[in-house]
């Protein structure tokens, strides 16, 4: 019995003196405000490369090489990025709103009444464990839960945002960084392409200067061949080609980053929650039978 009465008013100590301090909650909200700032640039990251794609689907080129039509078009390449990057942007939407009520519960928790609350929840505790008119077992257990409850409301947020920070800087943090940078580098390629049309390398030969009559129908097949010739090394095939490539490997990159700010937003606070909530009752029934 001494011993547990001296490992629970250790407890009560110590979160009264975490809460006085502050610490906890000073080193959630950093981590909370990094995660928000990196939330909201890869948002307006996928925004823009949205609106760059939007307007990049609308182009369309239009060749004529040696009088021969062809119409290239990147709309059918970009249109399911664009698909995947609008559903992207409504992730992040939640995402960044996930986080941004962890920033108001922070600051729930950390209002000096709910600290008063803890002060008053451990003097109960310590007065039901030592004071020798109010010391018996069913009071004992009511003060060391009504403590952890206390300590639950108090510590849960902070310590949720700062594990789910902390396994986001070790794993994910340089994967969502490179993908992030991906997208950027796709938005330039996107809206340079919109901005410097794409044209063939080689002109076709002019037939203004040539008369078919004193040419022959020689002239005319070798005519035939050099614009043929000039249709298939067209420079824009081969930077579509190029764009198309572009477009998978930025889909992975998006679904990666799906993938990354749901874990880190819903699934890693979930997770911490049950954890703290399970390590909670477990100490509960233990100091109970105790």
Excluded: C
């Excluded at 410097?196 to 035939?224: F, V």
């Excluded at 819903?266 to 997770?271: E, I, Q, R």
Aim: aromatic fraction near 6%; charged fraction near 20%; hydrophobic fraction near 50%.
């Amino acid at each position: 019995m001494p011993k547990r009465r001296l490992v629970w008013s250790i407890v009560a100590v110590l979160a009264v003196g975490a809460g006085l301090s502050g610490i906890a909650e000073k080193t959630g909200q950093e981590y909370s405000d990094n995660a928000l700032k990196r939330a909201l640039v890869t948002f307006a990251v996928a925004r823009t490369l949205n609106g760059a794609i939007s307007v990049a689907q609308g182009t369309e080129l239009a060749l004529e090489p040696g009088g021969i039509g062809v119409v290239l078009s990147i709309g059918q390449i970009l249109d399911p990025v664009n698909d995947l990057v609008e559903r992207f942007s409504a992730v992040m939407l939640v995402a960044a709103s996930s986080i941004g009520l962890q920033n108001i519960l922070l600051r729930i928790t950390a209002w000096w009444g709910v600290t008063l609350v803890l002060i008053v929840a451990s003097v109960y505790a310590l007065t039901a464990l030592w004071w020798p008119g109010m010391r018996n077992s069913q009071r004992e257990n009511t003060a060391i839960r009504l403590l952890l409850a206390v300590i639950f409301v108090r510590f849960a947020m902070p310590l949720l945002v700062i594990g789910t920070a902390l396994i986001f800087e070790v794993f994910l943090a340089s994967e969502q960084d490179a993908a992030t940078q991906a997208l950027r580098e796709t938005q330039a390629q996107v809206e340079q392409l919109d901005q410097e049309p794409l044209r063939p390398e080689t002109e076709a030969p002019s037939i203004q200067d040539q008369s078919l009559i004193d040419r022959g129908a020689s002239k005319l097949k070798e005519y035939l061949d050099s614009a043929s010739e000039s249709l298939v090394t067209i420079d824009p095939k081969e930077k579509l080609e190029q764009l198309r490539e572009r477009a998978s490997e930025v889909a992975v990159d998006i679904i990666n980053l799906i993938a990354i700010f749901i874990f880190q937003t819903v699934l890693l606070p979930l997770a911490f929650l049950w954890l703290f909530i399970q390590g909670l009752k477990s100490i509960a029934e233990r100091a109970t039978r105790l």
